[in-house]
């Protein structure tokens, strides 16, 4: 696929490929390399509608193969990737709770679940400050989150048992 401000070929005139516009590449940019969520990312590309224009953007099969590209490129440069990632993660997430550091390992999980693309931070609605909460009260939320990895994760947690 061409890259922004290549010329597509004569083949791929003819065969209806198109390339991405420059805002498109910007959404791809703020979404993947600047940790923007998919409304952040249109909003700062410049979007007017930036939530539906970013619905649009991600269902766009050519975004979707460009994003496809960007993260394997990605994943060749840094050795990153979802699966790991979320593999270490839950790695963190499992010391940190037998050595009894519950703040440490509601974070990993939450870091897990956003990586997963199931948490959306909504920090610009609700700002929660884990530090005055009790045990208590952070197990219940971890124990929420486990809930919801297992339940939305099975493909992740059936590739970690093979």
């Known amino acids: 696929m061409p890259k922004v401000g290549e010329n597509l070929s004569k083949e791929d005139s003819i065969a209806g490929l ?3 516009s420059p805002q498109q590449q910007d959404f791809l940019n703020n979404y993947l390399h600047r940790d923007m969520t998919q409304t952040q990312a249109a909003r700062e590309a410049g979007y007017k509608n930036e939530t539906v224009a970013a619905v649009r953007l991600l269902r766009n099969p050519i975004v979707q193969e460009r ?3 960007m993260r394997l490129e990605a994943q060749a440069r840094y ?3 979802i699966d790991k990632s979320i593999r270490d993660l839950k790695k963190i997430r499992d010391e940190a709770w037998q050595e009894g550091k519950y703040n440490e390992a509601l974070r990993a999980e939450e870091l897990r679940l956003k990586a997963s693309g199931l948490l959306i931070n909504k ?3 609700i700002k929660e400050e884990v530090s005055l909460e009790t045990k208590e009260q952070i197990l219940k ?3 929420e989150f486990k ?3 297992e339940n939305r994760m099975n493909n992740v947690i059936e590739h970690e048992q093979k």
């Open 67 to 69: 994003l496809g590209e």
């Open 123 to 125: 920090q610009h609605i």
């Open 79 to 81: 050795g990153v990737s």
């Open 18 to 20: 198109k390339r991405l």
């Open 141 to 143: 939320k971890l124990d």
């Open 147 to 149: 809930r919801l990895a």
